[in-house]
Every structure is written in structure tokens, then in C-alpha cells.
């Protein structure tokens, strides 16, 4: 079984699956002054040819951190924001259809309250508290994303890969 270490979370790394923001620490330009500023357009989700947002909820429970299964979305981006829990994400550049890229996830720690936007194409799953028992997620995704837009694959035993519980930058 191939391992692998956790990566901060920085622009630069997270750059070919997408894009992401902390929504509890903000940063970057904003309107207003204390006691209410504004933090605008901080990310985008591009929703393909629906313009229905759907809010979903998704609770992880602590487990081995053997990544078994991925997803994604052809037409849309799905936008994740953990809230009230450190989280390990695994994520995977977009292939050819049939081809599947086992050799080439990685994993980052996402902190509380930020969320994280993937494109479209980009393999990815439900991953990992980090540091707690559960975390809550609200996923941002086009009405019905899961039922007509949403390949899954189950991950072959020799293929699978193990988390190891080191940060690396």
C-alpha cells in the first residue's frame, strides 16, 4: 500500500484542484469598518449550466486514514466547509474517463472553517477528522449533483493508500 504525508494547505499547492478561503479568519479586501466588515468575493464555484445551489450536510467519524473510495463531478465544482473540525482531504487531478489516477492523490490538513472549492474533474471523497472524533461539513453543490453528475469509484485493495500522520509543507 502506497503512503502519504499531509500537506499544508497554501494557494500554490492546492492550485490544480481549486481554490479556498477561511470563512472564521479572513483576509483580503473587505467593506466596511468594525463592528461589521464585509470579506467580498473571496472564492468562486462555477455551477455549470444550473444556477440552483443545494446545501448538504455531510458528518465524518474518526477512522483508519485508508483512502478507499473518490469522486467527481464533470460539469461543476464542489465547494466543502468543514465546520467545526480540522480535516484531511484527499484530492487527485483530473484524468481522461477510464483512467484512474492512484498514483497521484494527495492530502491536506483543511482547518476549521474554511472552505475549499474543487474543480470540475477533480477527484475527491470524504476524508478524515484531524485531531477530533467528527467533524460537520455543509456541501455547496448543484440540485442533485449526486444522482446525474457524480462518477464514484471504489478504490482496489493494492491501489488503496494510507495517510501517515505528518505534515509536511
Known amino acids: 500500500m502506497r503512503t502519504v504525508r499531509i500537506k499544508k494547505l497554501t494557494m500554490e499547492a492546492f492550485a490544480p484542484y481549486g481554490a ?4 472564521i479568519d479572513p ?8 463592528p461589521v ?6 472564492a468562486q464555484q462555477y455551477l455549470g449550466n444550473d444556477n440552483t445551489v443545494s446545501y ?20 461543476c465544482c464542489e465547494a466543502i466547509i468543514c465546520l467545526d473540525g480540522d480535516y484531511l482531504a484527499h484530492f487527485a487531478p483530473a484524468c481522461p474517463e477510464g483512467e484512474y489516477p ?19 474533474g477533480v477527484w475527491h471523497q470524504a476524508g ?5 472524533d467528527e467533524v460537520h461539513i455543509l456541501c455547496a453543490l448543484p440540485e442533485r449533483t449526486y444522482a ?19 505534515v509536511i509543507e
Open 20 to 23: 479556498f478561503a477561511s470563512i
Open 27 to 34: 483576509k483580503g479586501s473587505k467593506l466596511g469598518a468594525k
Open 37 to 42: 466588515e464585509f470579506y467580498r468575493d473571496m
Open 56 to 75: 448538504s450536510a455531510c458528518v465524518v467519524e474518526k477512522r483508519d486514514w485508508i483512502i478507499t473510495n473518490a469522486e467527481y463531478h464533470n460539469h
Open 102 to 120: 492512484y498514483d497521484n492523490f494527495e492530502v491536506f490538513l483543511i482547518p476549521r472553517g474554511t472552505m475549499v472549492i474543487t474543480r470540475p
Open 128 to 132: 478524515f477528522p484531524y485531531g477530533c
Open 148 to 166: 446525474n453528475d457524480c462518477i464514484c469509484i471504489e478504490i482496489p485493495e493494492d491501489k488503496r493508500i494510507e495517510v501517515l500522520d505528518e
